[in-house]
């Protein structure tokens, strides 16, 4: 079976910390994603990566940023979290190649700011 | 730009009732069509797929049928159980630009006995 471990299920963080936000998955899959899930808005992509050391901006990357130093690790960074990162954060990876679209998701990690 | 419309929630529903939950979806291409389940406290699990038109995608007593002459792909249970409570995510990917996944706002449906 695929696993996506994230690192905390719950955070409670101060505004203006740097928060990091660890995805670790075991299929040795090529595509990782962070999302955001907020109420009636449903999951938004934040970034991506197709290989180690490759990221591309989501819908939303404004406020965030990653990193990919190994192919089984992706990590998410809020350089200084605001109240408005408050959210839910899923992570997902994924097999490139036609036929493989699958994202495998992670439990999530329920961020709130104070 | 691409995107996907579904059906605002909550639904309630009695165990053993229909359900449907309606999905559209706007993408230029030819999409690749998903919904999938969030369970209380668990992330996103795939519950079923369809990559071309007429395909029909079934898992657990669900089905979905890719719909391009209405740009649809609506879930449906036959009996609905109160185990299947939970939040249902329509995405569609386009195939190429990395398989990045669009989502639906999202659905809730809470099954009483």
């Known amino acids: 079976d695929v696993k996506v471990t994230q690192s905390s299920r719950y955070l409670v963080k101060r505004t203006g910390e740097k928060v990091f936000l660890e995805c670790v998955q075991d299929m040795d899959h090529e595509n990782m994603f962070w999302y955001r899930q907020d109420p009636g808005l449903g999951l938004r992509l934040i970034y991506f990566?197709?290989?180690?050391?490759?990221?591309e901006k989501g819908d939303i990357p404004e406020g965030y940023s990653v990193s990919r130093e190994k192919k089984e690790r992706f990590s998410l960074i809020l350089e200084s979290a605001s109240t408005n990162q408050t959210s839910m954060y899923l992570c997902a990876s994924m097999w490139s190649g036609r036929g493989r679209e699958t994202q495998y998701f992670g439990p999530g990690t329920r961020l709130l700011v104070l | 730009g691409d995107s996907v419309t579904q059906m605002e929630g909550p639904v309630t529903l009695s165990e053993e009732a229909f359900l449907t939950i309606n999905c559209t979806y706007t993408?230029?291409?030819?999409?690749?069509l998903f919904w999938y389940v969030q369970y209380p406290g668990e992330g996103l699990q795939l519950l079923l797929k369809a990559t071309k038109a007429d395909d029909k995608g079934s898992n657990k007593g669900f089905e979905a049928t890719y719909r391009k002459e209405t740009t649809s792909f609506h879930l449906e249970k036959g009996s609905v159980q109160v185990s299947d409570s939970a939040v249902y995510f329509c995405a569609l990917t386009l195939s190429g630009g990395y398989n990045k996944l669009i989502f639906g706002a999202g659905t809730r449906l809470a099954v009483h006995p």
């Open positions: 990566s197709y290989d180690v050391k490759m990221k």
């Open positions: 993408a230029t291409g030819y999409p690749s």
